[in-house]
Structure formats: structure tokens, C-alpha cells
């Protein structure tokens, strides 16, 4: 009889604190050599209590060491996926791209490809390093670095509230013209904060389990 009594409170939590993920934001084109960037606004209208990871689909830029891109929180946090990866021990940074194979002048031409960051993922430096010159990066999932190209993590997210998450991306050296260099959108996958009918139903199954608890005891 416990066991079926606890079963369904113990359902219940899982889905309140359930990982969601929220999107997509809209995608667009990232103006070349440009300090402002393009920015996408991803609205979650919860507060979360951290942040799982965060994908950008169907990237496509040639030369990776000339993006730099990081996500705002609606409290004003920050975290860097990473920063112009090679620069400035190279001139212009890393020169594979992101998204399929190409040349250096085949921006319109490259097929995008989608990239994950999640605390734990695979080296996305060591990997561009490995790979040679317009060779586009792996979809797969990698780890956020900081603009010192340390790993980063998510924990200034943790507790944020409801409202408007920024995306930017910034191109920050010229020669990658054209329409080509764009993303379809972005997500992001957080663990939410229970809505307060969620929790008063727990607190009630809770306190109906002390109940049945000491009428048996």
C-alpha cells in the first residue's frame, strides 16, 4: 500500500522538475566584420533553475576563428560558447569552418550544421585544431569556453527568472561577405522552477502520505 501511495507523488516530481527545452529563436544572417553582431531572442516564460545546454542549428560560417558568440540571461548573466577559437595566436583565428566542407570563398554555398554546448562536451579547440584548413566542424555536442578559451559552465543561469534570453553572434573580422553565413535558430534546454500549483499539489500528496503514515502507525 505505500508503494502505491508514493508511486504517483513520485511521478508527480519528476514532471515538475522535468528538463524542457525552449524554442527555437528565430535564426538570420550574421553581418561580416561587425562588432554589434546579429542578436535572437528566445522568450521563456518560466523561471528556470538551470540550464542543461544550448544548440544552435544549421550554423554555416567559413573561417571559425572569426565568431564569437554568448547568450544573455533576462538578469544580465553571460556565459561565452567561445571566442574567435586560434586568435589571436593565429591572425585571423582557426580557419576551418562551421557547417560542410568548402573553400575559403564558398560561404554560399555550405550546408549548415548543428552544434550543441553542454557542460562535459567534446573540446570544440582540439577539434578545429585536428581538422585542416575550410574542413567544416562536426556536428556534434562540445563544451562552452570563455574568451580566454577556459571551460565555462552554466551556474550564473541558475536561478534566473522569467523573460527574454539573447543569443548574439558576432563576426569580428572581414572577408566572409554574403548570405551564406546565417543560422536557422537556437534552444535551449532547462531544468524549470515548479509553478506554485504544481508545488501546492505535491505539498498536498506529501502531507496525505504523513497522514496515511500515522494512521498506520
Not at 547568450?71 to 556565459?79: D, E, K
Not at 575559403?104 to 585544431?129: C, E, M, N
Request: glycine share 14%.
Amino acid at each position: 500500500m505505500k508503494r502505491l501511495i508514493f508511486l504517483p507523488l513520485t511521478l508527480a516530481c519528476a514532471a515538475a522538475f522535468a528538463q524542457t527545452t525552449y524554442g527555437p529563436g528565430p535564426g538570420g544572417v550574421v553581418p561580416d566584420a561587425n562588432a554589434t553582431g546579429f542578436s535572437s531572442t528566445l522568450n521563456i516564460g518560466v523561471g528556470v533553475t538551470s540550464v542543461n545546454w544550448i544548440e544552435i542549428q544549421g550554423l554555416r560560417h567559413t573561417w571559425a576563428g572569426d565568431l564569437a558568440i554568448t547568450v544573455t540571461a533576462p538578469g544580465g548573466a553571460s556565459v561565452t560558447l567561445f571566442d574567435r577559437i586560434g586568435f589571436p595566436v593565429a591572425p585571423f583565428g582557426d580557419d576551418s569552418n562551421f557547417g560542410s566542407d568548402g573553400t575559403g570563398s564558398s560561404w554560399d554555398t555550405l550546408t549548415g550544421r548543428t552544434y550543441r554546448f553542454q557542460v562535459g562536451g567534446a573540446d570544440l579547440i582540439a577539434h578545429l585544431a585536428s581538422i585542416n584548413a575550410d574542413i567544416g566542424a562536426t556536428a556534434g555536442t562540445y563544451a562552452p569556453t570563455n574568451a580566454d578559451d577556459s571551460l565555462a559552465n552554466f551556474t550564473s543561469f541558475n536561478g534566473t527568472a522569467p523573460g527574454d534570453w539573447i543569443l548574439t553572434i558576432k563576426d569580428l573580422a572581414s572577408g566572409d561577405t554574403g548570405t551564406g553565413n546565417t543560422f536557422d535558430g537556437w534552444t535551449i534546454n532547462a531544468n524549470p522552477v515548479p509553478e506554485p500549483a504544481t508545488m501546492a499539489a505535491l505539498g498536498l500528496g506529501a502531507l496525505a502520505l504523513i497522514r496515511r503514515k500515522r494512521k498506520q502507525a
